[in-house]
């Protein structure tokens, strides 16, 4: 188990992280100008554009269409298995039923 002081250690440095990662981006675009600044931010929204439009849709069907698919057929066969399973076991556990019924009659 993972400690609530580990876990608030972790969020803590990725802050800071963060924090760095984009103060420092400021300073470099302080530095650079004008163009490196719209560049930047070009390259921001491609990526962003790239994120949104093809890697969550991909991902989106991946999880929801394409895998279910594929596994379908197993887990079919699995269910179909565990009712097998469950019927013989019903079976089994009446026939004991009925020798056990069978006798206390005898007696």
């Given at each position: 188990m993972i400690t609530w002081e580990l876990k608030f250690l972790a969020v803590m440095v990725t802050l800071l992280f963060n924090?760095?990662?984009?103060?420092?981006c400021v300073m470099y675009g302080a530095t650079k100008g004008q163009v490196w600044m719209e560049n930047w931010s070009l390259l921001s929204c491609f990526c962003l554009f790239f994120l949104v439009v093809v890697d969550m849709t991909i991902e989106a069907l991946m999880?929801?269409?394409?895998?279910?698919?594929?596994?379908?057929?197993?887990?079919?066969?699995?269910?179909?298995?565990?009712?097998r399973s469950m019927a013989a076991q019903a079976k089994s556990a009446l026939a004991e039923h009925n020798s056990n019924a069978a006798d206390a009659?005898?007696?």
């Open positions: 924090y760095w990662c984009f103060t420092t999880v929801g269409y394409i895998l279910p698919t594929q596994i379908v057929p197993n887990v079919r066969l699995v269910q179909v298995m565990i009712k009659v005898r007696f």
